[in-house]
């Protein structure tokens, strides 16, 4: 069955709320808001997509079991992986964090993103 999803028009209201938190990732500066919504996941849960936004605030993401790819549909955030350089991300940007990436995410700008995690 084909899905057609409009992510950047689904009102929040229609989003899960709750704060960040493991196994996702660890908010570094305080309570951090997200609100979220799986639209296809396989049986066995090795792969999930959905639509995902954050408030601003910085967190310590760690890669190790699952990856993701994402694409921002609005807003703004720098990721920074262990050893390398600060990167930024905005509406428009497709991202990819392979299994083992390990950094931090600073959310800029409410941030909303379609993603899809990935198990080996």
Do not use: N, Q
């Not at 639209?39 to 190790?64: H, K, N, P, Q, Y």
């Not at 699952?66 to 428009?92: N, S």
């Not at 959310?107 to 990935?118: A, D, P, S």
């Amino acid at each position: 069955m084909t899905t057609i999803t409009s992510p950047a028009s689904v009102p929040a209201s229609e989003l899960e709320e709750k704060p960040l938190a493991p196994p996702s990732a660890e908010p570094l500066d305080g309570p951090v808001t997200v609100h979220s919504r799986v639209d296809f996941a396989t049986e066995d849960r090795r792969l999930v997509s959905g639509i995902w936004e954050s408030e601003t605030g910085r967190s310590r993401w760690e890669f190790l079991t699952r990856g993701e790819i994402i694409h921002v549909i609005a807003g703004a955030m720098t990721v920074h992986e262990d050893g390398g350089e600060p990167l930024e991300v905005r509406a428009g940007d497709t991202a990819y964090f392979p299994i083992g990436w390990c950094g931090t995410w600073t959310v800029t700008e409410r941030l909303r993103k379609v993603f899809v995690v990935y198990k080996p």
